[in-house]
């Protein structure tokens, strides 16, 4: 099972989990990225998250390409959600499993770190005073990543 | 001279004002010719020096040729996650 995708819908975990499960293998990994109430010193009330979908569906799938061939991993999971979330929900799920707990675990970061550097996918951030101000990573000096 | 739709997202498409550009080209022009005219746009401000560009859904690099059929977006430092 390898499939990645941007979605517009809730991510639920559960089910990435169900699906990469076999009796072939020993660790799965999963890492959910979450929307937080603070960023930078600001109140954030919200996100909105949007994406040139191709482009970012064409990274995510190179991106899961090279995770199988660097971590010999065959069983990934990429969801990415768009549109406006609310705090504490999931933006990102990364499920990897493999017969040992050392590559799930470095796959998933691979993964992530991958991400942030290429997938064309964009956030704004909505803060309390009303305000909503795009996130730019070069921008920001020690910005505390997802 | 020919006109190529460049596709503006998130930071870029509110600096635009619109969700794309059109911009005239030469035959034969690069990506680093198309940045040059891009930045040449008093709404292109905010840009950084070097925006990172697409072609076809790959990001490509200055030096790259333009043809009259390809995909081209403008992409802000990207943020997901």
Known sequence: MKRSAVVTRVIDPTPLI???KSNEIGAISVFL????????????????YSAYTSMAES???????????RFGIHSIIVEHRVGELSLGEVSVAIVTAHQHR???IDCAGFVIDEIKKRVPIWKREHYADGSRVWVDPTRRSGATPT | MST??????????????????????????T???LVR????????ASLPPSPRVAVNRKFASADKLIGSTDEIALIPPVAGG
């Open chain 1, 59 to 69: 990274e995510l799938s190179d991106i899961v390409d090279e995770a199988e061939t």
């Open chain 1, 18 to 20: 169900a699906e990469v």
């Open chain 2, 4 to 29: 190529v739709t460049v596709q503006l997202f998130a930071s870029y498409a509110e600096a635009f004002g619109a969700p794309q550009l059109e911009v005239a080209l030469d035959p034969g022009s």
């Open chain 2, 37 to 44: 005219r891009i930045r040449s746009l008093p709404a292109s």
């Open chain 2, 31 to 33: 990506v680093g010719d």
């Open chain 1, 33 to 48: 990225g979450t929307v937080r109430d603070t960023n930078d010193g600001q109140s954030v009330t919200a996100l909105d």
């Open chain 1, 102 to 104: 050392q590559p799930a």
